[in-house]
């Protein structure tokens, strides 16, 4: 079955052919990095505009590398949401489109939930049930998978999302835009325990986030000491967001008595979030599923695969 994946939440435009959920055939992604970059964050005008004028083009090379012609699309899978509106809207209206023109069914999918899906495209058997930690520059969400497509919540950020404050601890640390690469480089010659910032737990039993707290420490302590010592901020930043989200794993995996973990979202990019996760999985006898890392940010591979398998189950 091949699943044409069409992914426009934020600012990557993204078209995907996958084959059988698992084989990617062509996988092409626009990064609208440029255009935002210069105002430090995504203008959502901006982003659904680039979308309009890209998607075609990305549409017709996605089918050219991947062999596949319209004809022999069986199914199309659109991010639904959650995402910028504007921007979701391309992805479904070029997906409609394409729905009524060649009578292709269409299913629309949960973005976070595809992000988790970026795993089932390693073509490795998973283990269910399994937590779920999505971790982007929009979302910071727990999930409890009873398979690949009945999904739950267990917990999210009650203000800022990892990747977010990766980004504006980034800015206040004029390190550029998008900021958690940038940051991960700074802090890679850091100290990260030459300076503590707070993490937030919110109890002991809440799988939930918040990261402002944090965020603040690091505005009040450039006021007070300057920016002097870049690395050893941003290690110590990063270190404070990692034990965070390497906590609330451990918790969903000790509440929910699990033997496999998904990770998904582009701050999964960071080696040091990956090493950490790592070591957790292997002392709680866990399997650990992490993406590659060009499928932990947006795409429509792992969208394309989210469709194949919630098409399957509704299949009689
Ligand atoms: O999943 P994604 O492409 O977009 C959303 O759906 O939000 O994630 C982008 C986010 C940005 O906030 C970016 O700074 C962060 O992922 N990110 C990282 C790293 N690479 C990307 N954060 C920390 N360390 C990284 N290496
Ligand atoms: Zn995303």
Do not use: W
């Amino acid at each position: 079955m091949n699943v044409l994946g069409i992914e426009t939440s934020c600012d990557e435009t993204s078209i995907a052919l996958v084959k059988n959920g698992k084989k990617i055939l062509s996988n092409i992604v626009a990064s609208q990095e440029i255009i935002h970059q210069k105002f430090g964050g995504v203008v959502p005008e901006l982003a659904s505009r680039a979308h309009t004028e890209i998607i075609e083009s990305l549409f017709l090379e996605a089918l050219r590398k991947s062999g596949v012609t319209i004809k022999e699309i069986n199914l199309i899978a659109v991010t639904g949401s959650p995402g910028l509106k504007g921007s979701l809207l391309i992805g479904k209206v070029f997906a409609r489109s394409l729905t009524f023109a060649y009578q292709i069914p269409l299913i629309e999918v949960n973005h976070l939930h595809a992000h988790l899906a970026a795993n089932f495209l390693s073509g490795e058997e998973i283990n269910f049930p399994a937590i779920g930690l999505v971790v982007s520059g929009g979302h910071t969400n727990l999930f409890y998978l009873k398979n690949r497509t009945k999904i739950k919540p267990l917990g999210e950020t009650l203000d800022d999302a990892a990747g977010e404050v990766f980004d504006k601890v980034a800015r206040i640390l004029n390190l550029g835009y998008p900021g958690g690469p940038a940051l991960e480089k700074a802090a890679e010659k850091g100290n990260p325990d030459a300076i503590k910032f707070p993490c937030a737990y919110m109890g002991k039993e809440s799988l939930d986030f918040s990261f402002s707290g944090v965020k603040t420490s690091v505005i009040y302590y450039v006021k007070k000491y300057g920016l002097n010592n870049i690395p050893d901020i941003a290690a110590g930043f990063q270190k404070a967001i990692i034990k965070v989200l390497v906590e609330k794993v451990k918790r969903a995996i000790k509440f929910k008595k699990v033997k496999t973990v998904l990770l998904g979202g582009g701050v999964v990019s960071n080696k040091v979030l990956r090493r950490e996760m790592k070591k957790i999985a292997l002392a709680e006898g866990t399997y650990l599923f992490v993406p590659l890392s060009v499928l932990c940010t947006d795409n429509a591979a792992m969208v394309a695969s989210l469709g194949y398998y919630l098409c399957q189950e509704e299949s009689p």
